[in-house]
């Protein structure tokens, strides 16, 4: 057996003044939905107005404590709830708690949705945001 996986090449962007411009910089195939933490809320809002009006914020508690199946499970159920389709996209902000939680979440909603981090932690930046694999912990290890 000899599969052939192609990893596909990204953008990344680095430097100030990119919140507001973060819809310019993406092109969704459907709706925007932003995922994000109560604590950043105000720079989830200025991503969101990047894309249109139309653009809805998903919140979650922050903390290591909250990266958990169940946080995903309530993501999901918030992108049901307010009528994300296969083509909707998740755009995270947030530090590497919310890049893991959120990204989980759009990989597992109707077989994975298109993923943008907006990383807001150093660590974030250098780390969860890269490389495409994301997780939630399970109290047992």
């Known amino acids: 057996m000899n599969p052939f996986i192609t990893i596909q090449n990204y953008p990344v962007y680095v430097g100030p003044g990119l919140l507001d411009s973060v819809g310019k910089l993406v ?23 990047s894309f249109n009006p139309s653009a809805e914020i998903v919140t979650i508690e922050e903390g290591e404590a909250n990266k958990t199946l169940a946080t995903a499970n309530a993501i999901v159920t918030q992108l ?37 981090h907006v990383p807001t932690t150093l660590l974030a930046q250098v780390d969860s945001s890269i490389g495409g694999k994301v997780a939630v912990n399970h109290a047992l290890g």
């Open 27 to 49: 092109s969704p195939r459907g709706k925007v939905f932003v995922i994000t933490s109560r604590a950043l809320t105000k720079f989830g809002v200025s991503v969101a107005t």
């Open 80 to 116: 049901l709830d307010r009528g994300a389709k296969r083509d909707s996209m998740a755009v995270v902000v947030g530090g590497g708690m919310l890049g893991d939680t959120g990204g989980f979440a759009a990989s597992i909603f109707l077989r994975g949705i298109d993923l943008v």
